[in-house]
């Protein structure tokens, strides 16, 4: 046993010399390149005492790196995320600079521009030099996760032997999407879970040594990150009419993506089921816009809004993540390289004119390398961490595919090299699950998938709300105003650079005179409220005040179909050529709603339910051939509405777990996924709060979870069967 340890102190000192030499040659050649770099007096030094310069000069920068860092992290905890990022590479010159200060040759100098191009050179190289040592050293990387798990178990109490459950969402990943991943190659690690069979099902799952299967499941009518995570963290997503929506009873617009907004909408859930969320015992929350009743949150949105207190650690991810000098070089370094990444892209793109084309400059590089490298290298460190101390379930949310296909379409080179790199993420998880201090079930999932189109401006020369002005005798502005994208990842940059608001003051509470109508957009869905009337106006009233407004709206091509209540019926679908379906009736003569395939009609008259149901409900066109919708937002990959690819996200799920739903059926609303997690989670036999005692409303598609009987918060869940327990 003490010849072993001994191998393996030998083994890590080893790497550690490498490591040390590789920084003394570097700064070697770069004291041969740069002009204002010199580890030698202004009279010449010999070469043997510039050597040592270079390797004294490298060794102290080195353990100013690993003792000062994690302290300069800690005391800007004050500075928004997004800067300290921008901070890394002055922060690492500084050090550097201090290093060649503390150099006794006293001989060695830069000047402080050239600091910071050393400092971040050497950090790279340094970075590369260890990981590569350590992939060639199979047993160095299993010691080091060990270390860690050691680490964090002593730190805690003793961690339970029954599986973990780690819940990865893909925001924004189709379910055909992944399977076409799948099919070209460029998600190997997916494709190795699937076996050959693609996992449709459990039977096609068992072919190919399969791991896993995969699910399809549908969304509500309302196919956006906010609907979607408020139903499966929650249980609840009831009174989510869209992304955005204005409120009559407060006056304000609600925005998903707006951390206050987020706030009362998960308060509002936990109020209505009298559940924490999937998370509330020993969860971790991590990139999410809700917390999921989850102890430990990173990176959340709907607290990120509060004053910073012991119960608000959102933002603490990113200072954990660049604590370590390593990380930091190497996500700046990539982020810079995703800027130019798009950049090329975009030009590219405008040089071919490739259409559907959006515009994508200003802050869009900034933002699309926020998602696709900050977020991502934040969220995957947060997750294997919380594997590494044992926590019981852990939800994280990585948002990158969902930003680039909002603005490179949901199909193309530039999403395919972002749907690579997620399942590399996947794999280093992966490869953590094997080295936690209990086992792991990773499940992976979608909020909801993305439909191609050009947007509705770009194909008829107007917005939806020149359309209403139009059709309310309004006049109509010659220069129409853009909506703005709502992907998630802007609201995660604001949060980070502490402007949590999603849109400016004028948007947070309507403009204009109270008479005029407010038209919100959600993908390709639209909402039309009339703020001056305090309850939700029927088709009788919009009629006698508006006389053309729905006919001019039912009839235009870009509309598929509008939703109003009506004095006589409760509720109708309304579409061109007159079409006017009572919703009682949709089952037998679905009218416009044919187009949009099966379960529209249910989705329609759940969201009429809702109290803050606008008072005109508007869905873009859709064409089944091609899937393409029309967004009323500048996106050519959208999603919000009805039609096409955004409705049909996935669950990828172990085969330790049950099947979701009995029959080869999928899963409708997410509610009912957050019903199935619920009982994965049970089936780990892990602790969770609340239970149902009957599972049998897994498959029953609409049923509410606030009707289901549950235990109550800390009663010891019920046994799974055996073949469910790993």
């Known amino acids: 046993m003490r010849g072993v340890r001994w191998r393996r102190a030998f083994s890590q000192a080893g790497r550690s010399i490498a490591v040390w030499g590789v920084s003394s040659l570097t700064m070697l050649v770069l004291a041969g390149i740069l002009p204002d770099f010199r580890l030698q007096s202004a009279d010449g030094d010999s070469s043997t005492t510039i050597a040592v310069t270079a390797a004294v000069g490298a060794g102290v920068f080195g353990v100013l790196s690993a003792l000062v860092w994690p302290l300069l992290v800690r005391l800007l905890l004050l500075v928004p995320a997004l800067v300290l990022g921008l901070l890394v590479f002055f922060l690492n010159g500084s050090l550097l600079l201090l290093a060649l200060r503390l150099n006794p040759s006293g001989q060695s100098e830069a000047a402080p521009e050239t600091a910071v191009i050393v400092a971040a050179v050497m950090s790279a190289v340094a970075s590369a030099t260890g990981g590569a040592l350590a992939v060639r050293d199979d047993d160095a990387y299993r010691r080091r996760l060990y270390r860690l798990a050691d680490r964090r178990r002593r730190r805690g109490p003793a961690c339970p032997d029954t599986p973990g459950t780690v819940f990865l969402q893909l925001d924004g990943v189709g379910h055909d999407v992944l399977r076409a991943a799948v099919r070209k190659g460029l998600m190997p690690t997916v494709a190795r879970w699937l076996g050959s069979g693609q996992g449709q099902g459990s039977a096609r799952a068992a ?28 249980g609840s997503n009831h009174d989510v009419p869209a992304f955005r929506w204005y409120e009559k009873d407060s006056g304000e617009v609600m925005v998903c993506n707006r951390p206050t907004s987020a706030a009362e909408l998960q308060r509002r859930a936990v109020e209505r089921t009298g559940d924490g969320g999937l998370l509330s015992a020993d969860g971790a929350s991590r990139g999410n816009l809700f917390s999921g009743g989850a102890d430990e949150q990173a990176l959340v949105l709907s607290i990120a809004a509060r004053r910073r207190s012991r119960e608000n650690r959102s933002r603490d991810g990113y200072f954990a993540y660049f604590s370590d000098p390593a990380n930091a070089v190497r996500t700046a370094l990539s982020f810079v390289a995703e800027v130019v990444r798009e950049i090329a892209q975009s030009t590219r793109a405008r040089l071919r004119k490739e259409r559907p084309r959006v515009g994508r400059g200003g802050l869009y590089p900034l933002v699309r390398a926020f998602a696709t490298v900050v977020e991502r290298d934040v969220v995957v460190a947060a997750v294997t961490g919380d594997m590494l101390a044992g926590r019981t379930a852990v939800y994280a949310d990585l948002v990158a595919y969902d930003e680039v296909a909002h603005h490179s379409g949901p199909l193309g080179r530039d999403t395919e090299q972002v749907l690579g790199r997620l399942d590399r993420a996947l794999a280093l998880i992966e490869s953590v699950a094997e080295h936690a201090p209990r086992p792991y079930r990773i499940v992976v999932l979608s909020d909801h998938g993305q439909s191609p189109g050009e947007t509705f401006h770009a194909r008829y020369g107007l917005t939806l709300g020149d359309l209403v002005r139009a059709g309310c005798g309004l006049p109509v502005p010659r220069r129409a105003e853009r909506t703005h994208s709502g992907a998630e990842a802007r609201a995660a940059v604001r949060a980070a650079l502490r402007r949590p608001v999603e849109e400016g003051g004028a948007h947070h509470r309507p403009a204009g005179r109270g008479s005029e109508p407010v038209v919100l957009a959600s993908g390709n869905l639209g909402l039309i409220s009339f703020p001056d009337v305090p309850h939700r106006m029927s088709k009788e009233e919009i009629d006698a005040r508006h006389p053309a407004l729905l006919t001019t709206l039912a009839n235009h091509p870009g509309i598929g179909f509008l939703l109003v209540r009506s004095e006589q019926h409760g509720g109708v679908v309304l579409g061109a050529y007159g079409a006017e379906i009572p919703l009682d009736r949709l089952d037998d003569d679905p009218g416009p709603l044919a187009e949009f395939g099966p379960g529209a009609a249910d989705a329609v008259r ?65 509610e009912h996924v957050h019903r199935v997690l619920r009982r994965w989670l049970r089936e780990s036999n892990g602790p969770e709060v609340p239970l149902e005692t009957d599972t049998a409303t897994d498959t029953e598609p609409g049923t509410n979870a606030e009707t289901e009987p549950v235990t109550e918060p800390g009663t010891e869940p019920e046994t799974a069967p055996e073949e469910h327990v790993a």
């Open 207 to 234: 072919d190919g040594g399969a791991t896993h299967r995969l699910t399809p499941w549908r969304t509500d009518w309302s196919s956006q990150t906010g609907a979607s995570q408020l139903g499966i963290l929650h």
């Open 606 to 670: 759940r969201t009429h339910s809702f109290p803050h149901t606008a008072d005109i409900m508007v869905n873009s066109f859709h064409d089944p051939a091609d899937g393409e919708v029309l967004a009323f937002e500048e996106q050519i990959g959208s999603h919000g509405g009805l039609g096409g690819a955004q409705a049909r996200p996935f669950l990828l799920s172990p085969l330790a777990l049950s099947v979701p739903v009995e029959d080869g059926a999928e899963p409708v609303g997410a």
